[in-house]
């Protein structure tokens, strides 16, 4: 098992359709989790971070986290074609070193 | 610096070369991290510098590849004897300091150097 999984889409959703990108991970001691956004030939940028159970909202953007299932998902609501890209999760190793482990991505293809 | 820096953002070598890639943190960031993105895959950790000192390397891939870190800052990917599957994106990140849900810090990443072995 993968300590962080993400289907690999791609996803396709219409122009102003909510897209929802989920991510499970394997360690009960993961504190922090993170979505990041890369477009094609570029490097990651944080979208944002979520630490506790429950929703965190940020613009068009929300994070929701349940530890108890050791699930993570990002919703974005009115997509926009600019949104299409690949996101990436990103999980806290808690095994004592500081550092993310990244899923594999789930690409993102927003259609007019 | 504004943002983490890395360079070379290209470069080329032939197969048996030896190559350096340079990364030069965020200004104040005490953690530094090598991750690898071979194209259309997800990204592999390679190793974390706090400080000067790597307490995991546990993703360096062989006895090829190290790493050092001078001054708390800027930081040297060496690749030696390259090879063919070493064609990747090598991505330098830092963050201020531990990655703990109290500290609220992230990584923030370079634009990675792209390797390229012939």
């Known amino acids: 098992q993968k300590e962080v999984e993400q289907n690999s889409g791609p996803l396709s959703v219409p122009e102003g359709a909510i897209a929802s990108l989920n991510c499970t991970y394997s360690d009960r001691g993961s504190q922090s989790f993170f979505w990041y956004r890369q477009y094609s030939g570029k490097s990651p940028e944080l979208i944002m971070f979520i630490y506790s159970n429950g929703d965190k909202e940020d613009g068009r953007f929300t994070a929701q986290l349940n530890k108890a299932s050791q699930y993570v998902s990002l919703l974005i609501r009115d997509s926009q074609p600019s949104d299409s890209a690949t996101y990436l999760c990103a999980v806290n190793n808690p095994g004592g070193y500081n550092k993310l482990i990244f899923g594999a991505g789930t690409r993102l293809a927003v259609h007019p | 610096g504004a943002g983490v820096s890395q360079s070379p953002s290209n470069k080329v070598t032939e197969k048996g070369k030896d190559v350096e890639l340079r990364c030069d943190p965020i200004s104040g960031h005490t953690a530094l991290y090598w991750y690898r993105q071979s194209l259309g895959q997800g990204l592999e950790f390679l190793i974390y510098?706090?400080?000067?000192?790597?307490?995991?390397k546990s993703g360096l891939p062989s006895d090829r590849f190290s790493a050092e870190r001078t001054g708390g800052s800027v930081s040297t990917l060496t690749i030696q004897r390259t090879q063919q599957e070493d064609s990747a994106v090598y991505l330098c990140?830092?963050?201020?300091?531990?990655?703990?849900?109290?500290?609220?810090?992230?990584?923030?990443f370079g634009e990675g150097s792209w390797l390229t072995v012939v």
């Open positions: 510098f706090q400080g000067n000192s790597a307490p995991d």
């Open positions: 990140a830092s963050s201020l300091g531990l990655l703990t849900a109290l500290s609220g810090n992230t990584i923030y």
